[in-house]
């Protein structure tokens, strides 16, 4: 039974930086894309970057634009969220997602359970 772990959330300032990491446990064969999402309160979630295994097809958000970085270290089936100049609309329970081939051959699409990013002064 594959799982997703995030860490990294936490309450930072407006302007400051956090990297959140998103990691599989359980059997992994290869992963064929990553991403993060988000939810605000009240809000719907909503895609905030999601990148292929090759990182040759890279979305952000147009809110994220210019301020976070998704990364993976295939290495480590590691996804990560570089994310810069952090502002209160940034504030939500950030989930990690990940296209897996696991045990059997079989694919599914995976959720993390969430990590808190607050960005208050």
């Known amino acids: 039974q594959v799982q997703l772990w995030e860490s990294g959330g936490g309450l930072v300032q407006p302007g400051g930086s956090l990297r959140l990491a998103c990691v599989p446990s359980?059997?992994?064969?290869?992963?064929?894309?990553m991403g993060w999402y988000r939810q605000a309160p009240g809000k719907e979630r909503e895609m905030v970057a999601t990148?292929?295994?090759?990182?040759?097809?890279?979305k952000y958000a147009d809110s994220v634009k210019g301020r976070f970085t998704i990364s993976r270290d295939l290495t480590r089936n590691t996804v990560y969220l570089q994310m810069s100049n952090l502002k209160p609309e940034d504030t939500a329970v950030y989930y990690c997602t990940m296209d897996i081939v696991g045990e059997g051959s079989s694919r599914n699409d995976y959720w993390g359970r969430g990590t808190q990013v607050a960005i208050s002064s």
């Open positions: 359980g059997y992994v064969w290869e992963i064929k894309s």
């Open positions: 990148t292929t295994r090759s990182g040759s097809e890279v």
